[in-house]
């Protein structure tokens, strides 16, 4: 249990760094929040208030040690008459949304899970079976083909192929919804018809990497002993697949970790071109209009979703494959009775 | 000339690989309760002989001619009726058991798949009921156990025993072992000779059994088939073949094989050589300590030597011993406790940074796979003088003096120096290997198996271009081996490596010649001898 504490703990010092350089870096960036805030015309006197009340008159790193403690015990900007309370998680409040941190990032989350969630199940399931066929079919048509489409998705700017596929689906053969999100409260028809788009997109872009990495072990996978055994004795030839994807499991699964890691904490691109209300667009629209706090608390909740991610993949990692499991049965030291049998 | 208790037959048969032949007419009988030995060194095409009958030739490989189980023509058979044959009438055994099976996969989940296929036994209940009788019948005491257990929870032994549990499901005709205890200790290889030789008289296989090592064949083959370079060179009963081999190749091989007999008849003319010279090793209350998840593992416990200049001090133990850690103890590649330790009289822990890997650069070292302790990409020439370049102060002349002084003490040309590793055979690399450890001219050698990755014939040789080596620089030699036979031929004292603990230690005539540990007498019973059955009990 001590290797996975260490690992937990080694998370939380990730995620510290993570949110201290995100800190150093705006606080060294030519902008001020507060002169936003403080509206034209703007006194030296009215700007400085305004730093006071956004907590923004005091050292990068005390406010760094402010918005650790909000996480805990919420926050309270201002003083006197004018109070604004941020409640417990606190990621900051927004002076420009006019609301705190927290709620803005709920808000937009589901989108955000709902385009991550698909795309991860589709990019893996359809890499895994292209790099399991093109390894099954090493050199044949279906293999270039794969290696080929491989090539060209792992190459292609995300923005080219989501609008290719805005052009070319949505608006000239108006199959699907150029944009926009429907809640999955209102039902999974409308919700789903507005995501295959963007998850399409994504899995062609991320699919190529799981294809590359499935053909190649599997290649290697199938060449080992262990597959020339199963076939000596008989076993049919998708049961020595099955052999070899199992063996594939490991990276696999901190592969689709990453990934899902990643996309939760928001695609950029893909959001805006398909105009999904998620986090990449709120982080997007943050830094356009300096928003300080709602960049802060996206980074910090990505970065915390990657983390997260990683963590689970590495306590993954004994289940999948014994032999990495700590205190596991070694055989046992050569004894008499062995010998002499 | 086929008989009804005939069970495979091959005759002429060809295999070809992108257009170059790999055998050419391979005749051969395996038949019902009997051992056919297919017996070669590497590269004659022994393996691929086998799985070529049985429709597991490589991509792109040509198989002619024909290959008969009970009368059925395997070769040119479709892959699933070959499937099929495999399936349900051979069972095959193959040389490395740690990765013979998936290694994120229990014992039991093989199982259960192969006996879906080979038995079509579906049902959890049943199917454990059957592993139980199988992992029984291969002698594993404990086949619950077993089958709870993942590969690297086993040993090589008990992984072989698994192995070949699984080859007999199915009740096959046929069981193929290629090379089935070469990966293994010769203790634990004994014991699975005895099996091989059980499952023949009990159930009437017949076996068709791969090895190089003629000592294997002597234990438990009836018929022997030598191949040499993809042909037959001889046929015929063990018996005429061990004991009165008519092809010269066959009796190349016999003698190259290191006999226990002739390694103390030398181990005794060397007995009583005058201890001179101030010792280049010693060490007393030797102790080496891994550090690993879940606690430590000692892997020496207070072991010690004393090794003058020209002798040879061979090091004997099986896998897990600790002969390697010592090996590394001496070079300064693991950290060590000791009560003495000097290299050349002086105690290089007790020496500064600089003075201390200059005290070790004493020691050459030499290790087993020559295929991989060469760099690929380097001429033989600039890796014979690598130590050299990282000291640094010998000129470019005298270190290309110094490189074919080091190749003519292993007996190569000068002219090898412009070649690149894969142009060598395997004995060749072995020989630039020590070059290499000798270009220092070291005060010490430690060759680790030096010669286990190589042929029997090749493994005379090395031996003996190490042997004059020694004799000429009166370096000394620690020599680390699991098998006796090659220890006993070449040193001068010897030590019993058990579990990281010394269990005998004398000169090679004393170990060797009056064990006095159960063990050494053990490991001594265990060595395949090819004559052992041929002389009257």
Known sequence: MIPALQRVARSLGVLLVVLALTYAIFYLAPIDPALRMCGKPCSPEDLEAARGFMGFDRPWWAQLGSFLAALVVGRTYGSGDVLVHCAAPCLGYSFQYHQDVTTLIGERFPVTVSVAIGAVVLQSALG?????????????????????????????????????????????????????????????????????????????????????????????????????????????????????????????????????????????????????????????????????????????????????????????????????????????????????? | MTTASDLLVLDALHVAIAGRTIVSGLDLTVRRGRITALVGESGSGKSISALSTIGLQPAGAEVRGSARLDGEELVGLAPGPLRQVRAHRVGTVFQE???????????????????????????????????????????????????????????????????????????????????????????????????????????????????????????????????????????????????????????????????????????????????????????????????????????????????????????????????????KALAGLVPVEASTLELGGVDPRTLGRAARRAAYAQVGMVFQNPASSL????????????????????????????????????????????????????????????????????????ADEPTSALDVTIQAHVIEVLREAIEEARFACVFISHDLAVVGSLADHVTVLRAGRAVEQGTAREVLGSPQHEYTRALLASIPDPERRLSPR
């Open chain 1, 128 to 341: 895994i079976a292209a790099g399991a066929l093109a390894a099954r079919r090493q050199g044949g048509i279906l293999d270039r083909v794969v290696t080929a489409v491989s090539v060209i998705s792992a190459s292609a700017p995300a923005f080219v192929v989501g609008l290719l596929a805005v052009v070319v689906v949505a608006l000239r053969l108006g199959l699907l919804p150029s944009g926009g999100y429907e809640n999955l409260a209102d039902g999974p028809g409308p919700w789903a018809l507005h995501l295959i788009l963007p998850w399409a997109t994504l899995a062609f872009l991320n699919g190529a990497v799981y294809a590359r990495l499935v053909r190649s072990s599997m290649i290697e996978q199938l060449g080992l002993d262990y597959a020339r055994t199963a076939r000596a004795a008989g076993l049919p030839e998708r049961r020595i697949d099955r052999y070899a994807l199992r063996n594939l499991a490991l990276p696999l699964t901190t592969l689709v970790a990453l990934d899902l890691g990643a996309l939760l904490g928001g695609t950029v691109i893909t959001e805006r071109i398909f105009g999904l209300p998620g986090l990449g667009a709120l982080l997007l629209d943050a830094t356009s209009t300096a928003d300080l706090p709602v960049i802060v608390g996206t980074t910090f909740v990505g970065s915390l979703l990657i983390v997260l991610a990683n963590l689970a993949a590495d306590l993954a990692r004994p289940l999948l494959d014994r032999r990495l499991a700590v205190g596991g049965r070694r055989p046992a030291t050569p004894t008499t009775q062995e010998t002499s049998s």
């Open chain 2, 97 to 327: 058991p740690g990765q013979s099976l998936s290694p994120v996969m229990k014992v039991s989940a093989a199982f259960r798949d192969v006996l879906a296929v080979r038995e079509d036994l579906r049902g959890a209940a049943r199917v454990r009921e059957r592993t139980r009788e199988l992992l029984a019948s291969v002698g594993l005491p404990d086949p619950d156990r077993t089958a709870a257990s993942y590969p690297h929870e086993l040993s090589g032994g008990e992984m072989q025993r698994v192995v070949i549990a699984l080859a007999l499901s199915g009740d096959p005709d046929l069981l193929i072992a290629d090379e089935p205890t070469t990966a293994l200790d010769v203790t634990v290889q004994r014991g699975i000779l005895e099996l091989l030789r059980r499952i023949v008289e009990e159930r009437a296989v017949g076996v068709l059994l791969i090895t190089h090592d003629m000592g294997v064949v002597g234990e438990i083959a009836d018929e022997v088939v030598v191949l040499k370079d993809g042909a037959v060179v001889e046929t015929g009963s063990v018996r005429e073949v061990l004991g009165n081999a008519s092809a010269p190749y066959t009796r190349e091989l016999l003698t190259a094989v290191p006999r226990l007999a002739e390694a103390l008849e030398h181990a005794s003319a060397a007995d009583g050589a005058a201890e001179e010279g101030e010792p280049v090793v010693r060490v007393e209350g030797l102790s080496v300590e891994y550090r690993r998840r879940g606690g430590a593992h000692r892997a020496l416990d207070g072991v010690g030597m004393e090794i003058r200049p020209g002798q040879i001090h061979g090091l004997v133990g099986e896998s897990g011993s600790g002969k390697s850690t010592w090996g």
């Open chain 2, 375 to 446: 760099n690929p990409r380097r001429t033989v020439g600039w890796s014979v003088a690598e130590p050299l370049q990282l000291e640094g102060t010998t000129s470019r002349a005298d270190a290309a003096r110094r490189v074919a002084a080091a190749l003519e003490q292993v007996r190569l040309p000068a002219s090898y120096t412009r070649r690149l590793p894969h142009e060598l055979s395997g004995g060749q690399r072995q020989r630039v290997s020590i070059a290499r450890a000798l270009i220092r001219r070291p005060s010490l050698l430690v």
